[in-house]
């Protein structure tokens, strides 16, 4: 199940509202129809609606920086916390990176500077001391912009502010452990906002804190999980104690192996044991469901999970499961035997050994 | 690492303190000084900690009727939205439930009917219609007794109310149903709380729609699987493909055992594959971070994982592992050669797919 759906693409990107997102607005609505009936919920709606068209060009500032350096984006989501558009390969070379990270923020200081100058900035600066209702609504975007563009700047990786961070402690240190350090400033300053959100009771800030905090981390692992990576072969990290069921089986034989094993992916092969699909435990699930104990793996086996080498690059095998969502690969010798399986559940028990290990 | 520390014991139970609730009393008392000084933060404190020692006696109202129908209680928590005695075999006959249930808020009804005749209801009456900080001590501590009753008296499992309500369910249908019923009743409840905490500002509240919904889930999923478990020997729901290791392996195995399978346990076995220990992956990680890879694998594995027979019930296993708190427990024929190992993960798994197959 997807927690967002699409609102339609401009140049090729999707963008995508989050569910989450849809309920802020009906929120938002609900309380301005409360503060003043119809008229501010009309008023409120509009803000709201110029507001986020603004973070999407900010994401825009991104992605089509990015894709100058021969980056590709697959989306943009929409959450009550801001835009994040999901690319792939981020460029990495440091002064890339900054470039796309300041690219965002940039785009708001542009729509706040032509603002400015369209009402002048006297007229912004009057309207700002008002009361807010009387505020002329390209006034507030204005000043909202301003907030958008310092707010995203704070350093708290991966927040735009906390990329740029990295890209410049990348000029001095190696990738991963430029990431690591801004990991953990990120981390620090996630918690004040947690605790500030706390204090003042600011829910919404809470939950940034939370993003932050645990983008870091996610964002953090992926990084040290690929500088792992390149210096391995996919032998080093597959898994190869594990069972494989042939294509002829039904979902029944799929459920004993899963409560009988601890393995959640079950490589489906032919008669000669050439791996031809992968059954997921959740395909598992949802065909237990469907079909029952008397199905065919073979109607419900996902067919697209690629299968690599051996002795295939661990950071080539990476990049296909992070770029094409793919939960595994499957591993086969010259002859196209089925020799392991790679999944992100082991690779990350990798890192967290490896981690432990420094010394080997 | 354990988040919580013991500040003694009444009755052979001892009291813990939450760190998060040991937080929470630094931040009140600095809430308060803020507000009106050292007078103000020792006036506050005294409330919290008599609101507290409150709490504590509402937890041996649970646990004391329960000790009277033969269940152990093993601590109490002290978190900052309450307190949580841990038992042992909670009474599952629903008349005793009931009383377990609601003995707790009936202290605190107590509590505040004696306050009441020691200050006068008048004099009571009186003091809430005041400004909060003149209002005297134990006014306010009366009023927070029946606050308290109250508040724990919403049916929201596993809430003391959500406890009386599956208890009064349970003598219209059976346990695991009424469970069942009582919990989607405190999901409902938990996602209310948390809206209105989310609406108005209420941090503390939304906190606790948290641990309503997520207990009520970690509840209800306990009950199914005990249910599930009644009807089976440990034999149907043993892991049989596996790897053990010889005791006198490495830490350096173990790791390469974690990586190239899907297991997260390694039992092991002596010279004829009698099972004398379990090495579970926390324990690993924790040893390869303090011994390295040479270290013996005998030196960290636990030795008081039991071993149990294959035809013995699934109940009385699954019993060992929730009240003794063990990883899994490990399974021998006849001869006491292992044949398998029954992990708490795997039983949830279980019951996942039990839940989608309701025709077996």
């Known amino acids: 199940m997807s927690w967002s759906f699409s609102i339609g693409s401009i140049s090729g990107i999707r963008i995508r509202i989050h ?8 929120w938002i609505g609900a309380a301005f129809w409360n503060e003043g009936g119809m008229a501010a919920m009309a008023n409120g709606l509009a803000y709201i609606l110029l507001l986020f068209l ?3 060009l900010h994401e825009f500032g991104h992605i089509l920086t990015a894709r100058r350096f021969g980056s590709q984006t697959l989306d943009v989501v929409l959450l009550p916390i801001g835009g994040v558009a999901r690319m792939k390969c981020i460029p990495e070379k440091p002064g890339q990176e900054l470039a796309v990270a300041l690219a965002g923020p940039g785009v708001n200081l542009v729509i706040a500077a032509v603002l400015f100058i369209l009402l002048g900035s006297q007229t912004i600066m009057q309207d700002v001391a008002q009361p807010a209702k009387n505020v002329s609504l390209l006034s507030q975007l204005a000043v909202a912009n301003i907030a ?5 700047l704070v350093p708290a990786f991966p927040m735009d502010g906390g990329r740029a961070l990295r890209a410049c402690l990348s000029y001095r240190m190696d990738r991963a452990a430029a990431t690591k350090l801004a990991t953990r400033i990120g981390h620090i300053l996630a918690f004040g906002f947690g605790l ?13 804190a939370l993003f932050v905090f645990m983008g870091a981390s996610a964002e953090n692992n992926s990084t040290q999980l690929h500088q792992l990576a390149r210096r ?12 494989t069921l042939p294509v002829t089986s039904r979902i029944a034989d799929a459920v004993a192996l899963l409560i009988h094993s601890t393995q959640h992916d079950i490589p489906i092969v032919d008669g000669v044991g050439k791996p031809i699909g992968l059954l997921t435990r959740a ?16 109607d419900v086996m996902r067919t697209d999970v690629p ?3 051996d002795r295939a690059e661990l950071e080539d095998a990476l990049r296909l499961m ?9 591993v086969a010798d010259q002859r196209g035997h089925l020799i392991g399986m790679v999944t992100l559940e082991n690779l990350d028990q990798m890192l967290l050994l490896a981690r432990l290990q420094p010394r080997e």
Chains 1, 2 share one sequence.
């Open 19 to 26: 569910l989450t997102f849809a309920l802020f607005f009906i």
């Open 54 to 56: 603004c973070v999407v």
């Open 148 to 152: 958008l563009a310092v707010f995203n």
């Open 196 to 208: 500030f959100g706390f204090v003042s009771g600011y829910p919404l800030l809470m939950l940034v």
């Open 232 to 243: 391995l072969r996919v032998s080093d990290a597959m898994i190869t104690q594990f069972s």
């Open 283 to 298: 395909r598992l699930l949802r065909a237990l469901h469907d079909l029952g104990a008397d199905g065919q793996v073979a």
């Open 307 to 309: 299968t690599v080498s």
């Open 322 to 330: 992070d770029e094409e969502n793919f939960p595994a690969v499957m």
